[in-house]
């Protein structure tokens, strides 16, 4: 470690091959950041408390580097693209209805803030809920909360009981620390169900691992890594995928491959770039088709539909971190750690006297069940009534978003 930090007081140069920590050449600047003096004095004292290997869960990083959303909301990325999904069930052969939920996923990954940031680390009991209309008069419903703090786990569960799918999933994070890297396991999965299908059984999907690099010295740049995979088993299909990260395989930045099959048959191989535009390769006809084109389609995103933060929960996300949020879009760092320290502070007081009492947290939304998080809440069958019973669950105790007040964009 002492070299470590030597090496940064010094000559600032990376210590080793610089290959191993260097910023891809056609990284988008939108995905990387430049530390300045005071900030990279913050992170060398940050950096001199950690061992290479150490598990992050417990360490409190500064606040520029924050996101200004929580982890919970974050999640709801994934359903910014619903039109790649929605309709899939009508899709007679197996191996298209597995690529809509393919496209689906992979559509989700775009979405980021400019540079190298990390959303907020939810607190026990802390929750983000919110609906979506969409175009047509249909609507989503989306709910995650913070079910448990050590090990931190993220429950979720969307819905969208018109258009016939539901998502349900858990993200369990675990950081280290690397040297001039941290790196992130997602560890957790997307269960994906179409409702208009049940005889497909769910769509389990893995994620991706997170690393930041550059953290000592050079740009920060922020990549996914590594492999997941999509599986429906009921069919037989699998999609194996690798992120691949730096550039150094393949030559490009946020590049993808991977391949489905179906059974012991492959069906093609899906490449290209997460940021950009991502294609499909038939194993049958050779011919390539677009999955998804981030560049032009990634802004078509339709809005989610939240209450006024005065109508908000207090350990509801948005009012829960309100004041967090004000400092960081105001860049005032001192004001962004007092006011994130208030509510850490908060959860460890909360926790005490929990332990004190020996009371037992419980979650409001979800529960465990066979050793995964669900919903306390099965939604009607029928399409038609679901809508309004979801919604009256989600927001029992307080008012649900108003109407939409202008029409949501289109997403084509």
């Known amino acids: 470690m002492n070299s470590i930090l030597n090496s940064f007081r010094g000559s600032g140069k990376p210590r080793g091959n610089p290959e191993d920590d260097r910023a891809p050449e056609d990284t988008n600047p939108d995905d990387t950041s430049i530390l300045d003096e005071n900030e990279g004095s913050i992170i060398l004292s940050l950096i001199s408390q950690l061992r290479i290997g150490m598990d992050l869960s417990r360490v409190t990083f500064p606040t520029f580097v924050l996101e200004p959303r929580s982890m919970l909301e974050r999640i709801t990325d994934f359903m910014s693209h619903p039109d790649l999904i929605f309709g899939a069930e009508q899709c007679k052969d197996p191996e298209e209805r597995f690529m809509r939920v393919l496209q689906y996923y992979l559509a989700g990954w775009h979405i980021k803030p400019k540079g190298v940031k990390k959303p907020y680390n939810p607190v026990l009991g802390e929750f983000f809920r919110c609906r979506y209309d969409y175009p047509d008069g249909t609507q989503g419903f989306y709910v995650a909360e913070q079910v ?35 790196s992130t396991n997602m560890e957790g999965e997307n269960r994906v169900t179409l409702l208009g299908s049940p005889e497909d059984g769910e769509y389990v999907i893995t994620m991706p691992n997170m690393y930041a690099r550059g953290i000592l010295f050079g740009k920060m740049v922020q990549e ?24 150094f395989f393949s ?5 993808i491959a991977g391949r489905v099959r179906h059974n012991s048959t492959d069906v093609g191989e899906v490449s290209g770039r997460w940021s950009h535009v991502m294609e499909f390769k038939s194993s049958k006809t050779s011919k390539r088709h677009v999955l998804f084109d981030a560049v032009k389609d990634g802004n078509h995103v339709v809005d989610k539909q939240v209450p006024p933060e005065d109508q908000q929960e207090p350990n509801e996300s948005r009012r829960l971190w309100a004041g967090l949020t004000r400092a960081i879009i105001a860049k005032d760092m001192e004001a962004a750690t007092d006011a994130k320290t208030a509510v850490e502070d908060a959860q460890r007081e909360s926790r005490r006297k929990a332990d004190e009492s ?3 947290h419980a979650p409001r939304f979800f529960e465990q069940r066979d050793g995964r998080w669900v919903p306390k809440f099965t939604a009607p069958s029928d399409p038609q009534t679901a809508p309004a019973a979801v919604q009256d669950w989600i927001w029992a105790l307080s008012p649900p978003p108003p109407p939409t007040s202008t029409p949501p964009p289109t997403s084509n």
Request: glycine share 10%; net charge positive.
């Open 148 to 182: 448990s703090h050590h090990p931190p786990v993220s429950a979720f569960f969307y819905i969208s009981p018109e258009n016939r799918v539901s998502i349900l999933g858990e993200l369990r994070p675990k950081s280290k620390f690397l040297g001039n890297s941290v």
């Open 251 to 255: 030559g490009t930045y946020n590049a």
């Open 358 to 360: 020996g009371t037992k």
């Open 224 to 247: 996914l890594g590594d492999t997941c995979t999509a599986r429906n088993e009921k069919n037989g299909l699998t999609a194996d995928l690798e992120f691949k990260t730096k550039g």
